[in-house]
């Protein structure tokens, strides 16, 4: 029934806009009762009435808004469109323009980094590296999922992420990095991947299935499981070269793993209106962007989220020293190795503010004591201004001994 709608989708690069297109078009033809084939060779259908009532039925019986609505209705169009059936752009705009829709109001919250200890607790070493490296790196769950280890450049620091413009969503190359504590959790899954995803694939017929769309068989015989590349027999170090992608899973696998954790956790709550989770996976591109908002510039943090480039423009080694600057945000477990000295000379610091001002009180209260036997303001005045400086000149040396170094963390 459905033949023309996956021959369709196969020309579309993006495995999550595959799927959307296909769920829309599905709901359509569902809704209409009638098989797109026949759909396109009926020339007496009255297409303007179908989306009338189609749009009215997502409103009313779906319960779905704004944007979700106009995206089913573009899905529609645009298939229909390259089948010689034609409607008209404005005519999808007319009828959103009638009875206005609403706009999505779909609930969700930023974790907090004890809610993120709290979901890592129930996470597998792919989970782990997963969710610490979208956390720290803002990057979409679709662009890691076809990310490679060669877009990986380990030996900078800190470690930086190319997602390649067949990668992002809009289309355009940019790079951001991720943090030592996601570098370290990545180079783990990475030692372990082969092994892990072969156990798997024997275990499960689920995962065997994911990756027979990638090319691989793993067939149990007599004596024990073989893997197959395009019904070519492979060893597992062969199978391990053969795997570029550092997570080799589809998104949709991606946020199951996350809902599980949720759950596990007692973070499953749901929007009742659109039945998502409230601290659902794209959370995380929050959680990055949040966190480094207000410690980092605003315009590079936006280039690194794969948002609209600004005007400005920066180097490599400006854009590596701000993230260096705010990275420390987006930690969940660890600490800076030298967290421990900044608090410690916080604590210098605040002390040397406390005797500055304990100072300033005291020959303030000496001198207001004094002022009676002072014959002129004047004089006053004098007395009062050089109390201040030795306090002054004192806070000054304080300070010299209590500098804040920036933070660095060899790998």
């Known amino acids: 029934m459905m033949d023309l709608i996956e021959n369709w989708i196969k020309d579309f690069d993006s495995i999550g806009t595959r799927r959307n297109h296909s769920s829309r078009l599905k709901t359509f033809f569902k809704f209409v009762k009638i098989k797109p084939e026949a759909y396109i060779k009926d020339k007496t259908r009255d297409i303007k009435k179908d989306f009338r009532e189609f749009r009215s039925y997502l409103s009313t019986e779906k319960n779905l808004e704004g944007t979700t609505i106009t995206n089913y209705l573009a899905s529609v169009r645009l298939f229909l469109d390259e089948h010689d059936v034609v409607v008209s752009p404005s005519y999808i705009r007319k009828i959103q323009r009638r009875g ?62 190319n997602v390649r413009a067949e990668v992002a969503k809009d289309k355009a190359y940019r790079f951001t990095f991720m943090s030592p504590e996601a570098t370290k959790a990545v180079h783990e899954w990475l030692k372990r991947r082969t092994k892990l995803i072969i156990e798997a694939c024997k275990k499960s017929h689920f995962d065997r299935e994911k990756f027979q769309k990638l090319g691989y068989d793993f067939i149990q015989l007599d ?122 000379l916080q604590e210098q610091l605040d002390g040397v503010n406390k ?46 001994s209590v500098k804040k170094k920036p933070y660095k963390e060899e790998l």
Request: proline share 3%; glycine share 4%; hydrophobic share 30%.
């Open 100 to 161: 206005k829709l609403p706009k999505t109001t779909a609930r969700d919250r930023i974790p907090t980094v004890a809610e993120l200890q709290g979901i890592l607790q129930h996470a597998d070493a792919l989970e782990r590296a997963f969710f610490l490296m979208m956390a720290s790196s803002g990057c979409r769950e679709e662009e890691l999922c076809r990310m490679t280890i060669d877009d990986i450049e380990w030996s900078k620091y800190p470690v930086k992420v």
């Open 223 to 344: 004596d024990g499981w073989s893997i197959y590349k395009n019904k070519k027999k492979i060893t597992q170090e062969e199978f391990s070269d053969s795997i570029k992608r550092i997570f080799p899973y589809e998104p949709q696998t991606i946020r199951d793993k996350w809902n599980r954790c949720l759950r596990e956790t007692g973070l499953g709550e749901k929007d009742p209106k659109t039945g998502w989770y409230v601290v659902r996976l794209y959370t995380l591109r929050k959680f990055f962007n949040t966190r480094l908002k207000d410690v980092c510039k605003r315009d590079m943090v936006e280039l690194w989220l794969g948002h609209e480039e600004p005007y400005d423009r920066w180097t490599y080694e400006e854009h590596a020293q701000e993230y260096l600057n705010g990275c420390h945000k987006l930690f969940v477990y660890e600490r800076p190795m030298n967290q421990d000295q900044i608090e410690s």
């Open 355 to 400: 005797r500055f001002n304990e100072f300033v009180d005291f020959f303030t209260k000496t001198i207001t004591i004094q002022e009676t036997e002072l014959e002129n303001e004047e004089e006053f005045n004098k007395r009062y201004q050089d109390a201040l400086k030795v306090a002054t000149d004192q806070y000054k040396l304080d300070l010299k």
